[in-house]
């Protein structure tokens, strides 16, 4: 079962990967980011089998920062949303040249 | 029954992240992310990883996921339906970007997945733990001896994370 783990945690991650290049909803693009971290716990969970018990460990880190990168992650989005009042990353051009 | 049930969280799991991406909803994308969250669950307790798998449905599933669903009913985001897929040259970088990924990793599996199966002791040592300390002490007894500096460290990103989330979010003064 390890390597079907393996290869459908290669797989979320991937589609994970499209949908931050291809959509443009910042919050879609936020919840593709947490598919990415999700395949990659996946793919510690999988090789604690193999490794040891610090997989898992490792996962409930990842959790954890996850976590707080969403706590944060969000607010930064509420706080662009009150200045453009769209939450369209083509919008989003203050930096751009 | 094992393999089935695997196969079953597999699809459902895969289906999921292909929903999040092409759904035009943010609350839809939102419920299907929840169904690969806790089909990846599933697949955890197939992997003997009891613990993980209640922390992942009750704090990510549940507690993160619904931070997400209250950010987007605050900003009034549920009944935005227009397309917001990128144009013709971000799709074409994207599909190839992620062809090179899907191609590399069917090479390595193909190249090298005949090893992966012997077990090298490991899953047994985790077995026994499992046994001896139950579910929750099989992680807690190597978290609070040999990593419990990096169990305090993430108590305070935690609290730099919240004080960061409140300072940002606050409306400017």
Redesign the interface.
């Known amino acids: ?8 945690a ?10 931050v ?5 910042v ?2 693009m ?3 980011i ?2 990415q971290l ?1 395949a990659v ?2 793919t510690f ?2 090789f ?7 997989g ?2 490792f ?3 990842v ?10 992650g ?6 662009i ?2 200045h453009y009042e769209t ?2 990353v083509n919008r989003f051009d203050l930096l751009k040249w | 029954m094992t393999e089935v049930l695997f196969f079953v969280f597999a699809a459902v799991a895969l289906g999921g992240s292909l929903g999040v991406v092409v759904s035009r909803s943010p609350v839809s994308s939102l419920l299907f992310i929840v169904a690969t969250l806790a089909s990846t669950a599933g697949i955890f307790v197939l992997l003997e990883a009891h613990f993980l798998a209640a922390i992942q449905i009750m704090v990510y599933a549940g507690a993160i996921m619904v931070l997400f669903l209250f950010v987007i009913m605050l900003l009034n985001l549920g009944h935005d339906y227009r397309g917001d897929i990128r144009g013709r040259v971000a799709m074409i970088f994207g599909f190839a970007v992620t062809g090179g990924m899907g191609g590399l990793l069917a090479r390595q599996l193909g190249s090298g997945s005949a090893g992966l199966e012997t077990n090298l002791g490991a899953g047994d040592a985790i077995d026994a733990a499992l046994l001896e300390h139950g579910a929750v002490g099989a992680i807690a007894q190597p978290l609070f001896t040999d990593y419990v500096v990096a169990f305090e460290l993430t108590g305070i990103l935690l609290l730099v994370a919240l004080v960061g989330a409140l300072v940002l979010a606050k409306k400017a003064s």
């Not at chain 1, 290049?21 to 909803?25: A, F, G, T």
């Not at chain 1, 604690?48 to 610090?54: A, D, K, L, Q, Y």
Request: charged share 10%.
């Open positions: 079962m390890l390597a079907e783990s393996l290869v459908l290669g797989l979320i991650f991937v589609v994970g990967t499209l949908g290049i291809v959509r443009r909803n919050i879609i936020f919840l593709c947490e598919l999700n716990n996946l969970v999988a604690s089998r193999f490794v040891g018990i610090e898992q460990l996962v409930f880190f959790m954890t920062v996850a976590a707080a990168e969403a706590a944060v969000l607010a930064i989005i509420i706080s949303f009150r939450v369209n």
